[in-house]
């Protein structure tokens, strides 16, 4: 019903930048909040940024400061500006939407992920 669609991971060098971008399609009435999420090995899956439909954001505090969620609601798209990477930012980043549907029930829906590689 709802595809998540991330771009944007890759290799970069410590201290270096990446944006990511998940835009979503399918049967989508709103979407009340997107967010990125991170696993690295052997880790937890952990919250990274995320935003609401009005535009209130909040972020991991290992990242304050270095990333930016922002959101593009007329394009259902969210983005997360990576800035100053350090090579403990390694992890398969996933993006997280809670949807409403056109058929009004609201549901959880994730990306497939993006892998991010930090080299020191």
């Known amino acids: 019903q709802v595809q998540l669609v991330e771009s944007g991971g890759g290799l970069v060098q410590a201290g270096g930048s990446l944006r990511l971008s998940c835009a979503a399609s399918?049967?989508?009435?709103?979407?009340?909040?997107m967010g990125w999420y991170r696993q690295a090995p052997g880790k937890q899956r952990e919250l990274v940024a995320a935003i609401t439909i009005g535009g209130s954001t909040n972020y991991t505090d290992s990242v304050k400061g270095r990333f930016t969620i922002s959101r593009d609601n007329a394009k259902n798209t969210v983005y997360l500006q990576m800035n100053s990477l350090k090579p403990e930012d390694t992890a398969a980043y996933y993006c997280?939407?809670?949807?409403?549907?056109?058929?009004?029930?609201?549901?959880?829906?994730w990306g497939q992920g993006t892998q991010v590689t930090v080299s020191s």
């Open positions: 399918g049967s989508i009435f709103s979407i009340n909040a």
């Open positions: 997280g939407a809670i949807v409403i549907l056109t058929t009004h029930r609201e549901s959880l829906y």
